[in-house]
């Protein structure tokens, strides 16, 4: 088909595409983002287009649904790249491959023969008639039917049921429908990337490979983007592992032929649905059908990856692994939001609400989901890449020669090689990534001074945001040659007058963060590009806080270093760092940031440094720059220093149990509660410093360092138990009681303080003060009663026979 000769205005961001089958023209191209100039043709463009209304035109609102339910041109989606999907007996056909699995029967005849010993030694197989071994045979029969029964009934609750073209071209109109009404703007992609995707998809297809799509997650609406996408594509639909929490009346049956694969949120001691599992992603890879699974597991509540979970992800890594798989195509996938739908109950989560049951009314709720303006929706993809060629490069740097045996691989080298994968993700994921104009808005509007802000610095700060997050190798959404004004007033549109204020009547607009808490998760979607500028300012903090001339803020390198080191090691779970290693990072950070003209780093006649301080322009234009990197890391550091306060007040008191836990869960939330305490009486700059999963993140560390020790239940529905651990407990003064400010943990609390933010509402000068202790205790006591209160074993019955002590150990001493 040739290309559209009606021109087209850049606003209102019409298809770079179009497709008929397996044919696709692009329209005019260019490149999105990184460090050179912006000035060329635009090839990002809106691969969705408005969809018409019945009301305002219902003749072609008609004859849309008639071309999506006759399947006419590309709404037909007859020829896709990859695998047949969408036809009559599709799911018997998978069925009949899953029970098929040499995997899956050898694990059905071992568990029938270890429950067939058991009976025997039970003396149930006792018989009046017949020899033994005739009993054993008939009864070895009845265990196998049983078992494959259970599996039959797994499967249905589990597979998808991709099997009606005309279903899945009108759950296509529908979601296309909903999709384009909350985000008016459209779903956005990269010409030059979807082409690749389309050339990658077609060379799998001809080897029968599978691509996995792993993208991040911030929205249930990552998923419906994606699957549009594959269609509009022309690409085989990849079957998306879904939580069965998703699987409510009306929602799960749709979402189950459209693709969804169901999967219990714990497995728990049940070998043989894990198996299950593991023949059914066999199977879908053997066959070359496409799949998705997110690489955080649950959505992030907080704006910026998580950490990558490997339930899924060691499913794949065993398929190829173990040969059952020859290789499969790993698809890194971006999807960043002017405004994600969930957002308001993320907050209410974060701050210790419970989190709600899914159900299909609030999903399309939210005041309604079918009149929301929220924007547009970018969709990246990196480069694919080949799974075997991964795992054979990871087996070539282990220290004994394995050759091409991955059977050979211990348990600890598996778990290297999937850790290694998931970060490798994660990277190329924030490497993709398209900073959106309201997380640019946001992190501007969070990182400056003062209560408010005009909108000619918010416009100054932006142009300078926009070129750092190009200078990192970052990508900022286009603007379509709009002036910077319009791209502010458009995205402060989009966030809401609930999330940013302006005040009427000044010299000119003046904007004020209304809820910060929500608005920190825009300003997250930035913070990796920055992270180890962040760092290193922090660490610099501990010098300029002092005040003083510019000789007394200037702190020796190996200060600064090791000061770097353990904020490193503090967040090593919280942020994602460039691969390179720490000192490579460092030095480069500090070549940029005064290449940048914010630091002055004086070396000696070798070039080794010898102190860094801020430089004269730096002092000169009011440390904005500084500042910025600050502000991005300084609620973190609070929420660290925060729960290492809360486990000072977790020594036990003089006349308690030598051994005393406490749950870990009402630990966390108690330390919300001193959090929010301390922030309204002053304490705490930072409200964000109460975030729940920041919390969560920091007693995993505390974990991994050995200051606190966890122990886990045998009996899964029983809450894991903690206590300090002895060598990191507090010393109380005989006499008194009171806690003794020395020791492991209150230097270690110490030292993320000397990161902290000095706030102007302290109300003396220690960064621990006897009242914040007091109140720290406070809480600890109130654990220990009901540690201790007339149902202990709801709380704490646990002991070296009931509980299984799990001390992580890993990571930097201090």
């Known amino acids: 088909m040739p290309p559209d000769k009606t021109p087209v205005d850049d ?140 599996v039959g009934s797994m499967m249905d609750n589990m597979i998808c049921k991709m099997e009606s073209k005309r279903f899945i071209r009108g759950a296509y109109y529908l979601c296309t429908q909903l999709l384009t009404r909350a985000y008016h703007q459209g779903i956005h992609v990269s010409s030059e990337e979807v082409l690749r995707l389309r050339s990658v998809a077609e060379e799998a297809a001809k080897k029968k490979q599978s691509i996995v799509f792993l993208p991040c997650h911030k929205s249930h609406v990552d998923y419906v983007s994606l699957q549009l996408i594959c269609y509009r594509l022309g690409i085989g639909l990849p079957v998306v592992v879904a939580g069965d929490n998703l699987n409510i009346p009306l929602l799960g049956p749709f979402l189950q032929h459209a693709g969804a694969m169901w999967i219990r949120r714990s497995f728990g001691n049940d070998p043989l649905y894990h198996t299950v599992v593991q023949a059914y992603i066999d199977t879908l890879l053997q066959q070359g059908f496409n799949f998705e699974c997110f690489i955080e597991g649950g959505r992030s509540r907080t704006g910026k990856l998580l950490s990558p979970k490997f339930g899924i992800l060691s499913f794949i890594v065993d398929s190829v692994l173990s040969g059952r798989v020859e290789d499969t195509i790993i698809c890194p996938v971006s999807t960043q939001y002017d405004k994600v739908i969930e957002t308001e109950s993320y907050i209410s989560e974060l701050l210790g609400q419970p989190k709600r049951k899914e159900n299909l009314a609030d999903l399309l709720s939210s005041s309604s989901v079918l009149s929301l303006r929220l924007g547009r929706v970018d969709v990246r993809f990196q480069q694919p890449w080949s799974l075997r060629e991964f795992i054979t490069q990871q087996m070539s740097r282990m220290p004994r020669q394995l050759g091409s045996n991955s059977q050979a691989l211990s348990y600890t080298e598996r778990g290297r090689i999937l850790r290694t994968l998931g970060y490798r993700v994660l990277s190329d994921i924030n490497n993709v990534s398209v900073m959106m104009p309201t997380a640019l808005v946001g992190t501007v509007l969070l990182t400056l001074r003062g209560r408010g802000v005009g909108k000619g610095e918010v416009v100054r700060r932006l142009n300078w945001l926009c070129e750092h997050v190009r200078m990192k190798g970052g990508r900022v959404a286009h603007f379509y040659k709009l002036p910077t004004e319009t791209v502010v007033d458009r995205a402060l549109e989009v966030l809401g007058p609930q999330l940013v204020g302006i005040v009427p009547g000044l010299v000119e607009p003046t904007y004020y963060a209304v809820d910060r808490f929500q608005l920190s ?19 610099m903090y501990t010098r300029i806080k002092q005040g003083g001339g510019p000789a007394n803020q200037r702190i020796p390198y190996d200060e600064l270093s090791g000061q770097v080191t353990f904020l490193s090691q503090l967040f090593r779970g919280e942020f994602i760092f460039p691969p390179e290693g720490f000192t490579t990072n460092l030095e480069r950070t500090l070549a940029g940031l005064e290449k940048d003209d914010v630091i002055q780093v004086t070396r000696d006649a070798s070039g ?95 974990a991994e360092e050995g200051i606190i020790l966890v122990a886990k239940s045998k009996e899964s529905r029983k809450a894991p138990m903690m206590k300090l651990a002895p060598e990191w407990t507090p010393e109380r003064d005989p006499a008194t009681g009171r806690l003794l400010g020395r020791g492991r943990l209150w230097d270690f609390t110490e030292m993320i303080a000397k990161s902290r933010r000095e706030g102007k509402n302290r109300r003396d000068g220690a960064t621990v003060s006897s009242r914040v202790m007091a109140m720290s205790e406070v809480v600890g006591c109130q654990l220990f009663e009901k540690a201790t209160g007339p149902n202990p074993s709801e709380d704490s019955d646990v002991s070296t026979r009931q509980m299984r002590r799990k001390d992580i150990t890993t990571g930097a001493k201090l």
Not at 524 to 536: D, R, Y
Not at 608 to 628: H, I, K, T
Request: hydrophobic fraction near 35%; glycine fraction near 8%.
């Open 11 to 150: 606003r209102e961001s019409a298809p770079d595409l179009e497709i008929v089958g397996d044919q696709v023209t692009f329209h005019p191209t260019g490149f999105t983002g990184g460090p050179e100039q912006q000035n060329g043709p635009i090839t990002e463009r809106n691969l969705v287009r408005h969809m018409a209304r019945f009301r305002q035109n219902p003749l072609d609102f008609l004859r849309e649904v008639s071309l999506h339910m006759s399947g006419t041109g590309w709404r037909a989606y007859d020829d896709v790249i990859g695998q047949p999907i969408f036809y009559s007996g599709f799911s018997e056909n998978i069925k009949s491959h899953i029970l098929g699995s040499p995997l899956l029967q050898d694990k059905v005849n071992e568990l029938a023969e270890t429950r067939l010993t058991v009976e025997e030694k039970e003396g149930l197989l006792a018989t009046k008639t017949g020899t033994l071994q005739q009993k054993r045979t008939q009864r070895r029969g009845e265990l196998k039917q049983s078992l494959e029964d259970v």
């Open 521 to 539: 998760f825009y300003r997250n979607m930035t913070i990796h590009l920055f992270i180890t500028e962040a760092l290193v300012s922090a660490a």
């Open 608 to 702: 080794a440094p010898l102190f860094v301080e801020l430089s004269a322009s730096e002092r000169q234009c009011g440390r904005e720059n500084y500042d910025f990197y600050c502000f991005l890391i300084w609620p973190f550091i609070e929420a660290s220093w925060l729960g290492a306060v809360s486990l000072l007040g977790l020594t036990p008191p003089s006349d308690s149990q030598k051994y005393l836990w406490v749950d870990l869960k009402k630990t966390q939330d108690s330390a919300q509660v001193l959090g929010k305490t301390l922030y309204h009486q002053g304490d705490l700059s930072y409200f964000e410093a109460v975030n729940k999963e920041a919390l969560k993140n920091a007693y995993q560390r505390f």
